[in-house]
Each structure stands twice: as C-alpha cells, then as structure tokens.
C-alpha cells in the first residue's frame, strides 16, 4: 500500500472568488473588451493568492486529493454544480445556461516529484514519500497550478459575464496528466455520457519558452503520440574469457539499438515525424561476466496513428529478426513490451483553433499571438478528441516567461528553465490574466459562435 505524507500542504479553502454580474454590449467589441480587461484586473489580486497557495502544495499525480477538493470548492463558490472523484481525483463542474452550446475547459491539477530550486520566496518546500518509499520534493513544475489558477479565473469571468452568452459551460479539473492517465479514466468513467457532451473542448499550457503575456497557437497537430517501451533482450550468459561459449545479450542489444535507427531513416516516410530514442540500456554487473539479459527503455514520437503502429512493429521485428540472427532459440527471443500510459497525439481542429486564435488576437492584440509549430511532447488532453464523437478540441500555448529573462536568452543564446525543470518560475502574475483573458474571450465567442 502506498504511503503518502503531506507535510508541508496546508490548503485552506478560503480564497473565495465571488464576483457580482456584470452587464455589457457585446456587440460593441472595444467597449467589450475594455469591460473584460478591468473586470480580469479586479480578480487579479485574488488569483494570485489563488496560485501562491496551488504553487507551494503540489500534489503527485493520482494523489490530488487536497488540489481537487480547492478545485470543487472555488467552482462551487461561483455557482456551478460540482460532481467530484470522476476518474480518481477529477473534478466536474457544470453550469447550465438556457440554451446554446456545450463549451469544455480543461485543466490539469497534478504536481511533479521536483525539489523546487527558483529561489523565490514563495516556492514549494513541500515533500512527499514515493511508490519505492523515497522522499521526493514536490513541484508544479509543468505549471499546473497556473492552468489551475487561469481555469478558476475564467469560470468567474464567465459568471460574471453570464447575461452574454447562452449554453452549458463545463470547466473539468483533471487529474493524473504527467502519467498520462487522467483524461483516460474521467472519458471512462462517462465523462461525456454522464455530463453533457461539449460541443468545443478548450485546454492551455502554459510555455517555458515563450514570453509572459503572449499566446502561440498551432492549428493541426500540437503534440505527439507517446509511448514508453521496454525490451527485455535475453543470452546465455558465462564467463567473459569464453565469449564462443555464450550468447552476449549486450552484443545483441548493441545491435538492436543501432537497427532501430533505421526504423525512421528507412521504413518511416521522411514526411511523417518520427523519434525512437533509447533512453536507458542496462545488462551486466561485472567486467568478466556475460549476462544473461539487457533492459532497453524507449520513447517513441510520432503525431500520425498509422506511424505509431509501424514503429511498434518495426521494433518487434527487427528484435525478433537480431535474435534469430544471434542463434537464440524462440523461448530466449527479445520481449518488447508497450507500456500503457502512452498519450495519443494532439489534433486542435482546424475550424475551430482559427476561431481561437482570432479571439485571442482580439484580447490580447494580434502582436501577442504566434501560430507555433507542433511538439514532440505529449499531453493526454487530445483524447478528449478521440472518442468515437471525435469531438473539435483546441489546446494553446501560454507563454510564461518573464520578459527580461527571455530577452536576455535571446541575446546570450543561453537557453532558458524548461518544463519539469527545478528552475522554472513562470510570471504568474501576466501569465495568469493573459490565461484568463485568452480563455474567456475564446469561450464567449463559441458561445456566440462568433
Ligand atoms: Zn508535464
Ligand atoms: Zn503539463
């Protein structure tokens, strides 16, 4: 049984976020917006004490216990009707607007085993024992607690604004992202048969590698399908002095490793973005000693089902085919296993991220909005666009660098925090209202379907 501590968490559920409704003409855009930027600077001293509470008691995934419950409470305290424990820690809160579209927000809440290294005065010093009884630290390190914070902001804008727009809003606290299994056990447990359908999915991340303040958005693929994989490689092994007498499974892994390269240089089309990194190989424990096995671990990248489906055989075959080749017999031939937290890749469908990023441009002016590249990293946020429904989902990009840091990295060629990193220390405070502006105003718009 796993034994986790929570030390240093000291959530309390306090920070209410109330807001009063307001009235304003859509129609009449720069007036519109003018009222939403005030409005968003009002909520903002809130929501940063939102964060700084997020920030310092992360929780590990599949453990958001305490985040989910701030979650359920901040969306209860606005108006909407929460239904919690969805899938593990997941979070549903629902608010019925007479008729129109249903609109889903996204966020993540899990928090990362990182000893927070920023130096700022507000980071997380919380610990926690993991599965193997360590004590780790605790971290957002993927800023989880800014979508968090962007999330809750939003649903209150939105309920400010509840006379402008006509449908269901659905903001969904998800938990167990960086395992990749959230978005799996909310969609299995019914979420879209249990809780209105959406007719728009809305998600964000924020970026380590774009400034404070700004949007990218990328229209098509954003992020890959990932898959961990192990290959267990299998000899016989024996003494090092007598290699005729043995089959060296380090030999065949050697061997393996450099025909996986192939994979993607031969048999993937050069059109079709592809990785296969092996990230770890360990066999052997002495010098003079042939082992008997070697353990391969892998990640694999690709956006398109079809290649992820070619990689997986590939590998299979070409193991199977060095095995026969090294004279072992069937039983000893390599097993190649796939693991199940893979995360299919991200489609943000065309019309619909269009729409996005045209609202987003009007919120935070068409100079602060880039349309980006896709990514090789992965997120389980596009499943929600892969049931059978196939639903239109749209993620971007929130760029979370201060300005001055990102300025001097362009200068220095230094290059800056990633995501994950214990150095990463977003701007919250400009990262959090561009969050909620971009989100707000996208919403209302599919609302009206502007
Ligand atoms: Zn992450
Ligand atoms: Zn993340």
Not at 369 to 384: I, N
Request: hydrophobic letters at 40%; proline letters at 5%; a neutral charge.
């Amino acid at each position: 049984m796993k034994h986790f501590l929570f030390s240093a968490l000291s959530l309390t559920l306090s920070v209410s976020l109330a807001f009063p409704t307001y009235s304003l003409p859509l129609k009449q855009r720069g007036n519109y917006n003018t009222q939403l930027k005030e409005s968003i600077n009002n909520a903002l001293p809130k929501l940063e004490s939102l964060y700084l509470k997020l920030h310092q008691a992360p929780e590990l995934s599949l453990h958001e216990e305490k985040t989910s419950k701030l979650m359920a409470e901040q969306l209860k305290l606005l108006g909407f009707t929460v239904t919690e424990n969805i899938g593990g820690f997941g979070v549903v809160g629902l608010f019925k607007n007479g008729n129109g579209p249903t609109v889903m927000i996204r966020t993540d809440t899990d928090g990362l085993p990182i000893i927070e290294q920023t130096g700022k005065t507000y980071a997380s010093t919380a610990t926690t024992i993991d599965q193997h009884n360590n004590t780790v630290g605790l971290m957002h390190g993927c800023g989880h607690d800014i979508h968090m914070t962007s999330f809750i902001g939003t649903a209150q804008q939105l309920m400010a604004y509840k006379n402008q727009w006509q449908g269901t809003l659905m903001m969904v606290a998800q938990p167990a992202e960086e395992v990749g299994a959230g978005a799996k056990a909310m969609l299995k447990e019914g979420l879209f048969e249990k809780f209105p359908k959406p007719d728009h999915v809305l998600g964000l991340h924020v970026s380590a590698a774009l400034p404070a303040g700004e949007v990218a958005i990328a229209p098509g693929y954003a992020l890959a399908n990932v898959d961990s994989v192990d290959i267990i490689v299998k000899g016989k092994g024996g003494h090092g002095a007598y290699p005729h007498t043995t089959i060296d499974p380090v030999v065949i892994a050697s061997r393996i490793v450099l025909a996986l390269q192939t994979i993607n240089s031969r048999e993937i089309s050069p059109l079709e973005p592809s990785v296969i990194t092996v990230g770890s190989i360990h066999g052997g424990a002495k010098h003079n000693v042939i082992s008997d096995q070697v353990k391969l671990q892998l990640t694999l990248r690709s956006y398109n089902q079809a290649v992820r489906t070619q990689q997986i055989a590939a590998i299979k075959r070409l193991t199977k085919g060095i095995a026969i080749s090294a004279g072992l017999s069937e039983s000893l031939y390599p097993t190649v296993f796939v693991q199940d937290e893979n995360t299919p890749s991200t489609y943000n469908n065309l019309e619909q991220t269009l729409k996005v990023k045209k609202s987003i441009e009007e919120a935070i002016g068409k100079a602060h909005v880039v349309e980006s590249k896709p990514v090789m990293a992965g997120e389980d946020f596009g499943r929600y666009g892969l049931t059978q429904d196939n639903l239109p989902i749209t993620i971007f990009w929130l760029g979370g660098v201060e300005k001055s840091l990102y300025q001097q990295s362009l200068k220095t060629g230094e290059t800056l925090p990633s995501l994950h990193s214990s150095k990463f220390a977003p701007d919250y405070p400009l990262t959090i209202k561009t969050g909620v502006s971009a989100m707000t105003t996208s919403a209302l718009d599919l609302f009206n379907q502007k």
